[in-house]
């Protein structure tokens, strides 16, 4: 049960309360989740929550909500469909009894005019933190709505918070503040005193366990450090001046591996390279206690990746099976891995040597056709954005061919957020009026569109976030345009 302070808390401490009866009620469930982290941690708190509860229920993992995902939910002839990680932003699509959201994504604007008319089901239960005064893109995700179900239902189930805290991390909700705040929080203390998560202050880069420490360093990106960053050499003459070894025998060593000391040692000197960028790199890390460090799954960011590694490539239920802790999936999860950082490499690299970023006004934007998977052009996008390969004061639009379309995915810094930029509203309305549709976060949101209307779609995006943008300017107040 969640602390009822607040009137947002209380509605939704009622809602909770209400969809557990709904899910109580049921003889058989139907899960149906996204394929990301934060889709596949969300399905895997439902799926082991059902199993607790003795209910017939499946679980199907859904890249995005089509028209065709629309009708199979309507038209499921079962009790109650339990959507995960997705649906807000259909909601007015949605007309059957029996529906249970668990979602963090900018709600439908439609909805609202068929509110009434869907509660007359009496079987729609959303629960969305910006229905209760929150913001989805940093305060809960989806696993976080999923978990606060799955607590409601039944208390012991906090033993599961640790996949929520996974699947924020996978969502970057940690990076806007360098740790999880809010609703996150809360779900984080659970885990934590559960036994299940560790909070470390360190470095936030990824693949502190993982990757040999040169490559660790090496890799780093937003920030970047100087003289380290893409500089193989000069990651190792650092360590060397710092007297720590790069290796123990003939093994590379990570970042983890290295005594209290030498990362103190090593953080001090990094602290002075990034100078005044130094706050962005440090904050807190979040340790998942019942994995081994070289398992990738001791570290919720890595653990995110294996789940975004499985999913991203047709592979999700290989991700569901790692949630419980199926060891026997690991190995096809690190193959899964192996394939994800080839194709993210490979990805960056063909974007980067022919050339494709091309820039507007108020945006910039690559069309990557069919040479980057479309579950992963987001991905590519957003380090894209950080990675000093573009302008980061502008937004940035990513093309990649899909079975249904032209995928769009859009991504943007915190910075443009609070300048009035709403790239779920961008979208939504954008591909509305080429004949898609789409939807997300104020900081990262997609689409899909014919793909002969692309041009188009670029002059109605670009016109969109100058108006949002020029229009915040003249009301310093911040007025919303959602």
Known sequence: ??????????????????????????????????????????????????????????????????????????????????ICDLGSGYLSEFDRDGLVITDHHVPDPKWRGRQMRLDSFGGLQHLNPHSYGYDGSFEVCGAGMTYLLSKELDPSNTDLAHLAVVGAVGDFQDSNHRRLVSLNRTILTDAVATGDVEIDDDLRYFGRDTRPINQYLQYSSDPVIP????????????LDSLGIPAKEGSHWRTWSSLSEAERERASDRISELLGPESDQAFGEMYRITRYDRQTGLGDAKEFATVLNSCGRYDDAP????VCHGDVDALRVAEENRAEHRKHISAALSYVRENHLLRERRFIQWFDAG???????????????????????????????????????????GRDLVDRGLDLSSVMKTAAG?????????????????????KEEFLDIVEDLVSSQLERRSRHPDGLSLA
């Open 433 to 453: 009026l080429v004949g898609g549709f789409g939807g997300g976060h104020t900081v990262a949101a997609g689409a899909t569109i014919p793909p002969e209307r």
């Open 318 to 321: 290989t991700g569901l099976r």
């Open 370 to 412: 069919s040479r980057i998977r479309e579950t992963v052009v987001g991905i590519v996008a957003g380090m894209m954005l950080t990675s000093g390969d573009c302008r980061r004061n502008l937004p940035i639009i990513a093309f990649a061919d899909s079975d249904d379309g032209v995928k769009v995915s859009a991504r943007a």
């Open 227 to 238: 003289g380290l960053s893409d500089n193989p050499r000069g990651c190792l003459e650092f």
């Open 1 to 82: 049960m969640l602390d009822s302070s607040g009137d947002g808390l209380r509605r939704m401490s009622r809602d909770l309360r209400a969809a557990a009866s709904v899910l109580r009620d049921a003889k058989n469930i139907r899960v149906v989740t996204h394929i990301d982290a934060d889709g596949i941690t969300a399905g895997a708190i439902a799926d082991m929550t059902l199993e607790r509860m003795g209910k017939d229920h499946t679980v199907d993992f859904e890249k995005k909500i089509t028209d065709e995902v629309i009708r199979s939910v309507n038209s499921w002839d079962g009790d109650v469909v339990w």
